[in-house]
């Protein structure tokens, strides 16, 4: 059972391009977390998902973050037009349905130049 | 709404005890979880108190106390290793997201 699998490990985009980030999320989880972090701060939690639902996006800034988790596929964290400040860490985590712990991807972590 | 507040360092001599605090408040609660993250690395789940009282896996412990919202992290004959970030975590039951504390950074020194 592979765990949670995240590409791309790192990524590049210039300012105004969009960034896609995937997470595939372990067999049998039904439940995908994405959170957010920057050098020496905490996990900010953006955004959770349920399949093609999302449950819960208060973390999600209101313009160019969307985020998906369709019926086949995995899980999309979209970004649109990045900025500077998108630069960060990106977490997917996944578990199975009222779980102790929910476990982790490798990250993704974004550079926008 | 959740929130997690933790002591954002701790320095602690390897071979000593340490203990990391958490206190919460939440608006709906299932339990304590602990993750360690590396620099450069991901979180990792190391424990998980349902009940009040003291978890012990080898030489990590946690503990809740839920009439206190409050909980720790007890790391005994610390390591170099052990050195890294150390995240509490509560999961809502309502909608079951996970919402993290704020972190504490932990230096084990020689």
């Known amino acids: 059972n592979a765990g949670v699998m995240q590409n791309p490990r790192h990524l590049v985009r210039r300012r105004g391009q969009e960034a896609r980030l995937r997470c595939s999320p372990m067999?049998?989880?039904?439940?995908v977390y994405w959170y957010r972090q920057l050098p020496e701060e905490g996990l900010k939690f953006m955004v959770y998902l349920q399949k093609e639902n999302i449950i819960d996006e208060s973390g999600m800034p209101k313009e160019r973050f969307s985020a998906e988790f369709p019926k086949e596929g995995p899980s999309i964290l979209r970004i649109q037009q990045v900025v500077r400040g998108d630069s960060a860490a990106y977490f997917c985590a996944s578990s199975p349905i009222e779980a102790e712990g929910a476990f982790f991807g490798q990250g993704t972590r974004l550079t926008v130049v | 709404g959740q929130s997690l507040e933790q002591p954002s360092e701790v320095t602690a001599v390897e071979g000593a005890i340490v203990q990391i605090n958490c206190t919460y408040q939440t608006s709906g609660f299932y339990g304590l979880s602990w993750y360690q993250q590396h620099d450069g690395g991901a979180p990792t789940f190391l424990s998980y108190n349902g009940l009040d009282g003291l978890e012990e896996t080898g030489r990590f412990s946690s503990f809740l106390s839920r009439s206190d919202s409050y909980g720790y992290l007890l790391l005994q004959e610390l390591q170099m290793k052990d050195s890294a970030s150390y995240f509490c975590?509560?999961?809502?039951?309502?909608?079951?997201?996970?919402?993290f504390g704020t972190g504490t950074k932990l230096q084990v020194i020689p």
């Open positions: 975590a509560v999961r809502d039951p309502a909608n079951q997201k996970v919402t």
């Open positions: 067999k049998g989880h039904s439940h």
